[in-house]
């Protein structure tokens, strides 16, 4: 590229920036902490594109769905309209609608971020007393002479007793930790930091260092990582990414299997899914400036079997009834034993399991929403292939899981997929309109989860479905066919660029009504054992990628939830996340998860004698309501 | 090979057989445990040789020399002549003058054996009450149930704590071992053998499995290692073999520098070392029908750098002053870590170092040796490239390290070589005549440490040598040169199939003088520190390889012990080898090699102000005395 080409185009590109309005106006959106600067009178929904935060707008911003919707923090915009108060709770605006008049800080709930962005954020936040179980002294050695010949080990640990107060930990050596510090003593003038857990000394770093942990939660099907700054609790970086076992089967049982192949086989999947973790923390690492080799503790969460396959545990016992953990305490090991590349002595503490179905996950989640001291009747559920159910009531703590099968992962879906961008994540009819929003505003190529769900109530909601899931011929002009091969048009071929039709089929209503059945059944089996019914539920928490994705007025319409007020639930996004982070700041945070796991009453639902009356009783689709943002109340 | 040949070989390999002598008597050798059948009349001599016990016999069985004493335990032999009365002490007989008549079984005294298989055999054993610090228990657990789901490893600690007493150990699990667990569980009807180790499952296997255990030295030049039934306390197997780090550098230092050309280097060094570790565990096993998995729990000592290199710890600081080790206190850490491949979860256990020159391979020989407890005045050596000292009095040790270079390993000898087939082993001179054995009788290709130091003692006996070590010219026919050049012909070219001469030099007296004085001048530095005179040690005890094989006239010959009664001194055998097992058997040994540790009072050598004129006056070569089997009583 020549000089003179070079002066052309950035000339250019200097005109362009010097041609923006200069009276601009800041609007911050929480907790995502993107900006944008906008002219005054922009829309919020406009403003939020700008800051590249991907606000849901099914109708396109034409102020009718009500997924865009956002809560005002600070400063002013223009007041609603009576539609919009029509369509969005009392505290809320539709972003599509509100202009901006000052700088303005927004609150932007998950439930309004598309998929993609959404893996990345927080779940909820409760605040912690930072005591994380890893601690770090700085310590002054004097230096050996002739008549001072203390091995290094012995100098160390006397150094430590004579602190004030002694510090009477540390008689324990971490190898890796005892090989690195001879030469990290000498060069760094005999003045160093060592990080101690329990009664070892875990690492050693020049004095001042900060230490990092990590905390992780392994989904099935998506990994989940926080890089946290433990002398101050700050929370660096945070990412997701695809469990890289899913190269070797979809679900749990697919991994059992492939793992029950063979040593090598189990070896496999754990080494695959070591790599990932170790690439992601890399990654996270990289993100602020550090390295692998400075995170000095790990918390792990995940279900029962990605818990087994991360500690490479035998998971045959796990395929088989009565589907028993080979651990179910929580436990500590080294990094270095799972192949993981941090500091030498880096810990890995996991939170304890429950049962063969309810995993570490589950407790995690439990802790980060409180459930085990909640005052209130409280369901908490995280929803995935495989769905924990918690309720509390009184001081107890039952659970259970239930197999809602992967059709919200768009998995035995005609024109299911993933939530990726192209997938058709809401969808609102009104009338005869079909209007639908697709991640990233690609062109369609097929349906996630909550695009499915929405499909599902809406179709129930305008009548084109029964009760029972039959659709309707002649009901709707996009409803097409026959009998088992009926089929509901959501997005015909060439629409928005659509390489093809998008269908919701007879079979696709089927997947969802088994899939929201058996969580459903979970939900109304432990209200049985514990006498309860559903309107006493005070507070619903969900939580899990899919949980807080999902619109819960959906879920409702399609009697997944028992019908409650939506004021009644919460979306926490990746409760699981949260917890391991707890466990990662906390050292009572470990204890109360222990608790936790300990107080559980574990209810084994497949046996359960009224457990298949209640099932088919769950599948049904509930008659529509007229309200679409309120489930009727009993 | 056709069938009829096979027929013909084997018609004559039974035809060899068959024709063996009638009457038959039995000579048992101990504690080699090797047995010959013999004809009435026949010399020990002789039955030692057809048992493959390579007895000493540097007269060639002329009944003079000495060498080849033995004591008879059962059995009737012919009596002693008056001339073997004056070659040998009350209570042995010399095997070549000995003849069977009965079945006899004879104790052969490690000085008695050629050096290869003395290498092989048995350091003296202390009786220890068994006590190992891994236990094991049978347990039987009820298998889950679907009213019963607790995990496997819940299962068995209550299963631990319901024995009779309970066992409130086993709180943890060794990662190794819990994998193994839920697969053991069920594939033996949930009835387990499980090992413990202070509070933590490290193995599980099949119920009533015997353990096995696993004590090693490992030396500059040697590793010694000994197969232990944890169970019994009985020693199955033990085998030598050279330190595959040789290739690396002969010493210490030369090891030393290696590793600190670079982290790969200090790596190779390791895995080499371990790799032979790992070699020989399994050439132990299969010798018994075992499985190196089978291993449960190692001991491992070796002087400070070999027990940093096995451990991968830096090395750097023991080359330079004031020599300070990584690490002084015993440690434990999983084989793992190290890269052996035993049981999963086996244990290695370090004896602690007492200084950067004097480790935890001489702890434990003071505990093998007694030394710790002994009530008489005792000093004990560790003879090697570096010899160790320690002097017992009143309570106290006193120890230090000397350099006494590796002339005693045939190293710096200008005809020398290690101990092995060839080497002449054992010198007499009497008068002109020279005499001399070579190991295995092979022919003479070089002259190893106990040959060299036979050699000077002898020259020094007739007159040859100076007490400066200057060697004569014109003292003896074999005596060629002058000046520098001066030389003994020990083996002419062609004598006995010898390939060349084998000559004693000037130098090589030197090297011897360096040698000897260093260990000498040890000793009486030790002797100053603690207030006594060389005629107050009431026992001296020899340990090591070379200590153990040389002739204790000889080193008394050339100084390099202070001049005390024979009686004084006791060869042991791999002392350092002996402690190893004691602490692999006996809890309560490992307690006191900590002890030990602590005690002694390391006095170090190179910076005491009489060391130089000390060492000065060891050089020189005492006069000689009449009696070649006592030294002169002050």
Same mark, same amino acid.
């Given at each position: 590229m020549t000089d003179k080409l070079v002066d052309e185009l950035t000339g250019d590109l200097t005109g362009g920036l010097t041609g923006e309005p200069t009276d601009e106006l800041t609007v911050d959106f929480e907790p995502l902490g993107r900006r944008a600067r906008v002219a005054r009178g922009t829309t919020l929904l406009e403003a939020a594109r700008q800051a590249g935060v991907g606000l849901n707008a099914v109708c396109g911003g034409a102020g009718t769905c009500g997924t865009c919707r956002v809560r005002l923090v600070t400063g002013a915009v223009t007041p609603p309209s009576e539609a919009e108060r029509d369509v969005v709770a009392e505290g809320f605006r539709l972003a599509c609608r509100a202009r901006v008049l000052s700088d303005v800080r927004v609150d932007v709930p998950p439930a309004s971020i598309t998929a993609p962005q959404r893996a990345q954020i927080e779940g909820l936040e409760r605040p912690v007393e930072l005591d994380p179980a890893v601690r770090s002294f700085d310590v002054t050695l004097a230096p050996p002479s002739l008549t001072d010949l203390r091995a290094d080990a012995t100098r160390l640990r006397e150094a430590l007793r004579e602190q004030s107060p002694p510090l009477n930990g540390g008689g324990r050596f971490d190898h890796g930790a005892l090989c690195q510090l001879p030469i990290l003593l000498r060069e760094n003038g005999w003045h160093i930091? $060592?990080?101690?857990?329990?009664?070892?000394?875990?690492?050693?770093?020049?004095?001042?260092?900060?230490?990092?942990?990590?905390?992780? +939660? $392994?989904?099935?099907?998506?990994?989940?990582?926080?890089?946290?700054?433990?002398?101050?609790g700050e929370m660096l970086a945070a990412a997701g990414t695809m469990n890289p076992q899913i190269a070797y089967g979809e679900d749990v049982m697919a991994r059992i299997a492939y793992a029950m192949a063979g040593q090598a086989q189990a070896r496999e999947l754990q080494r695959t899914l070591v790599g990932g973790l170790d690439?992601?923390?890399?990654?996270?690492?990289?993100?602020?400036? !550090?390295?692998?080799?400075?995170?000095?503790?790990?918390?792990?969460?995940?279900?029962?079997?990605?818990?087994? &396959?991360?500690?490479?545990?035998?998971?045959?016992?796990?395929? @088989?009834?009565?589907?028993?953990?080979?651990?179910?305490?929580?436990? +500590?090991?080294?990094?270095?034993?799972?192949? @993981?590349?941090?500091?030498?002595?880096?810990?890995?503490?996991? @939170?304890?399991?429950?049962?063969?179905?309810?995993?570490?996950?589950?407790?995690?989640? @439990?802790?980060?929403?409180?459930?085990?001291?909640?005052?209130?009747?409280?369901?908490?559920?995280?929803?995935?292939?495989?769905?924990?159910?918690?309720?509390?009531?009184?001081? !107890?703590?039952?659970?259970?899981?239930?197999?809602?099968?992967?059709?919200?992962?768009?998995?035995?879906?005609?024109?299911?997929?993933?939530?990726?961008?192209?997938?058709?994540? !809401?969808?609102?009819?009104?009338?005869?309109?079909?209007?639908?929003?697709?991640?990233?505003?690609?062109?369609?190529?097929?349906?996630?989860?909550?695009?499915?769900?929405?499909?599902?109530?809406? &179709?129930?909601?305008?009548?084109?479905?029964?009760?029972?899931?039959?659709?309707?011929?002649?009901?709707?002009?996009?409803?097409?066919?026959?009998?088992? +091969?009926?089929?509901?048009?959501?997005?015909?071929?060439?629409?928005?660029?659509?390489? !093809? +039709?998008?269908? $919701?089929?007879?079979?696709?209503?089927?997947?969802?009504?088994?899939?929201?059945?058996?969580?459903?059944?979970?939900?109304?089996?432990?209200?049985?054992?514990?006498?309860?019914?559903?309107?006493?539920?005070?507070?619903?928490?969900?939580?899990?990628?899919?949980?807080t994705y999902l619109d819960v007025g959906s879920a409702l319409a399609v009697g997944m939830f028992p019908p409650l007020s939506r004021e009644r639930f919460v979306q926490v996004g990746n409760g699981a996340g949260s917890g391991a982070k707890l466990a990662l700041l906390s050292r009572r945070c470990r204890r109360v998860a222990g608790e936790i796991a300990r107080r559980v009453e574990y209810v084994e639902l497949t046996t359960h004698p009224h457990f298949v009356a209640a099932y088919t009783a769950a599948l049904m689709l509930p008659e529509p309501t007229g309200n679409d943002e309120e489930a009727p109340r009993p």
């Open positions: 930091r $060592i990080v101690i857990l329990n009664d070892e000394i875990i690492a050693v770093a020049p004095a001042g260092a900060a230490l990092l942990g990590l905390a992780v +939660d $392994i989904g099935t099907t998506k990994v989940a990582a926080y890089l946290v700054n433990l002398e101050s690439d992601l923390a890399g990654e996270l690492c990289a993100r602020v400036g !550090r390295d692998s080799a400075e995170i000095v503790e790990v918390v792990l969460v995940g279900n029962t079997c990605m818990h087994h &396959l991360v500690l490479g545990l035998p998971v045959k016992q796990l395929g @088989l009834a009565p589907y028993v953990p080979a651990l179910g305490c929580s436990y +500590d090991l080294k990094a270095r034993e799972l192949g @993981l590349r941090f500091a030498p002595g880096a810990n890995v503490h996991l @939170l304890p399991n429950i049962a063969g179905f309810v995993g570490a996950d589950h407790v995690a989640m @439990l802790l980060a929403t409180g459930l085990h001291e909640t005052h209130e009747i409280t369901v908490g559920l995280d929803i995935g292939t495989n769905t924990e159910i918690s309720l509390a009531v009184d001081g !107890r703590i039952l659970s259970c899981s239930c197999a809602s099968g992967p059709a919200f992962e768009g998995a035995h879906i005609h024109d299911g997929m993933r939530a990726a961008p192209g997938a058709v994540e !809401r969808v609102r009819l009104i009338g005869e309109r079909v209007e639908y929003q697709t991640i990233d505003d690609a062109p369609p190529v097929g349906i996630c989860g909550s695009g499915i769900l929405d499909g599902v109530a809406e &179709l129930r909601k305008i009548g084109v479905l029964r009760g029972n899931g039959a659709m309707q011929p002649g009901s709707h002009p996009r409803v097409r066919g026959r009998g088992k +091969d009926t089929g509901f048009l959501l997005v015909p071929a060439g629409e928005r660029e659509a390489p !093809r +039709d998008l269908v $919701i089929n007879r079979k696709d209503v089927n997947e969802i009504q088994l899939a929201k059945g058996a969580i459903r059944a979970g939900i109304d089996m432990l209200l049985e054992e514990a006498g309860l019914e559903a309107e006493q539920i005070e507070r619903v928490v969900v939580a899990g990628a899919f949980g």
